[in-house]
C-alpha cells in the first residue's frame, strides 16, 4: 500500500526553523525521485524543493534558496524525505506537501523536476504557520 505521510508542522516565529519529514512507504518509493511542494492560503500549490533518487542531486525553487535544505533517507521499500526549513518568512505560511515521482527507477542522479504534473503519489500536507 502507498503512503505518504508528512509531519513537522507548526507554528513558528519569522526567522526561525522547522524542520519537515515525509515517511513515503510502497514498493517503489525508495526508487522514486521525491519533492516538496506547499500552498499557501488563496494560492496556487507551487513547487519548493526536489531530490534526485539518490540524493545527490537537488533543486530549488529560488524563493527558497541558500534557506531550504532537502534531504533523504532511503531504506528497503521506504524513504523518508526531510525538509529543512531556515529563516522562515510570514509569506512562507502554507500547507506543505510530499510527493513522488510518478516514474521509478529513473537514474541515481536525475531530479524530479518542478511541474506538479510529474508527481503522481502526494501526502495530505502539514501546515506551516510564519507569525511576524
Known amino acids: 500500500q502507498v503512503q505518504l505521510v508528512e509531519s513537522g508542522g507548526g507554528l513558528v516565529q519569522a526567522g526561525g526553523s522547522l524542520r519537515l519529514s515525509c515517511a513515503a512507504s510502497g514498493p517503489t518509493f525508495s526508487s522514486r525521485a521525491m519533492g516538496w511542494f506547499r500552498q499557501p492560503p488563496g494560492k496556487e500549490r507551487e513547487f519548493v524543493a526536489g531530490i534526485s533518487r539518490s540524493g545527490g542531486s537537488t533543486e530549488y525553487a529560488d524563493s527558497v534558496k541558500g534557506r531550504f535544505t532537502i534531504s533523504r533517507d532511503n531504506a528497503e521499500n521506504t524513504v523518508t524525505v526531510y525538509l529543512q526549513m531556515n529563516s522562515l518568512e510570514p509569506e512562507e505560511t502554507a500547507v506543505y506537501y510530499c510527493?513522488?515521482?510518478?516514474?521509478?527507477?529513473?537514474?541515481?542522479?536525475?531530479?524530479?523536476?518542478?511541474?506538479?504534473?510529474?508527481?503522481?503519489?502526494w501526502g495530505q500536507g502539514t501546515q506551516v504557520t510564519v507569525s511576524s
Open positions: 510527493a513522488a515521482h510518478f516514474a521509478p527507477y529513473m537514474g541515481y542522479d536525475v531530479l524530479p523536476g518542478t511541474g506538479q504534473t510529474l508527481y503522481h503519489y
